[in-house]
């Protein structure tokens, strides 16, 4: 069965500072994996996406995110936050084919500090 | 633009009663689901479609049933609510295929209190 682990529930950042989420995943074929963004009392957003091809993926807000196979990871990276980042973030990994449903990491609490 | 949207953003209901959640999409996509959220444990997958009157069961179905008798609304329908499933529910939707695929978009939210 596939699996998401976010190892870190909460993280502090100083604005302006850079930040990386880790992500780590099992799964036993190349994965879909996505990473989703919710503000407070908000629905989740799509920040960027990997299905195949260049390994680094840009995503909206100034967000990126690699894959490394040899590690099972996909870590999400931005090299300065900002206030409007605070947010709880998610790392999803998707079946091959068909239609199934995402399985999340239990998500990760980014504060930012002025 | 994308848009999902569910038909209460709160909700309080007694122990005992049946609820029905909505959603509905304007992307016509064929794939919808509904998972619940809570602290600590992120997002659990309840139920998805693949097309209309088709539901199959995600990780944590029991307690819940779904309705998909159009295209564009998925129903959650918890028939007879505990305190247990005092939760935020998320319903999503995504076109099927492989450069669409699982790339989900979702609704607000519904914060569901049961007493």
């Known amino acids: 069965a596939q699996s998401v682990t976010q190892p870190d529930i909460h993280i502090t950042v100083s604005e302006g500072a850079s930040l990386e989420l880790r992500c780590n995943y099992s799964?036993?074929?190349?994965?879909?994996l996505f990473w989703y963004v919710q503000s407070p009392g908000q629905g989740l957003q799509l920040l960027l996406k990997y299905f195949s091809g260049d390994t680094l993926v840009q995503g909206i807000k100034g967000f990126e995110a690699e894959f490394k196979r040899s590690q099972s990871s996909f870590n999400l990276r931005k090299p300065s936050v900002h206030w409007s980042d605070a947010a709880e973030y998610f790392c999803a990994v998707g079946a091959v084919g068909g239609a199934d449903g995402l399985t999340f990491g239990k998500g990760t609490h980014l504060i930012i500090q002025p | 633009d994308v848009k999902v949207t569910q038909s209460s953003r709160y909700l309080v209901k007694r122990t005992g009663e049946k609820v029905f959640l909505e959603c509905v999409q304007d992307?016509?996509?064929?794939?919808m689901f509904w998972y619940r959220q809570d602290p600590g444990l992120g997002l659990r997958l309840i139920y998805f479609s693949y097309d209309v009157k088709m539901k199959e069961k995600g990780d944590i179905p029991e307690g819940y049933s779904v309705s998909r008798e159009k295209k564009e609304r998925f129903s959650l329908i918890l028939e007879s609510a505990s305190t247990n499933q005092t939760s935020m529910y998320l319903c999503?939707?995504?076109?099927?295929?492989?450069?669409?695929?699982?790339?989900?978009?979702f609704g607000p939210g519904t914060r569901l209190l049961v007493l």
């Open positions: 999503a939707s995504s076109l099927p295929g492989p450069l669409q695929m699982e790339t989900q978009y």
């Open positions: 799964y036993g074929a190349t994965p879909y």
């Open positions: 992307m016509d996509h064929e794939n």
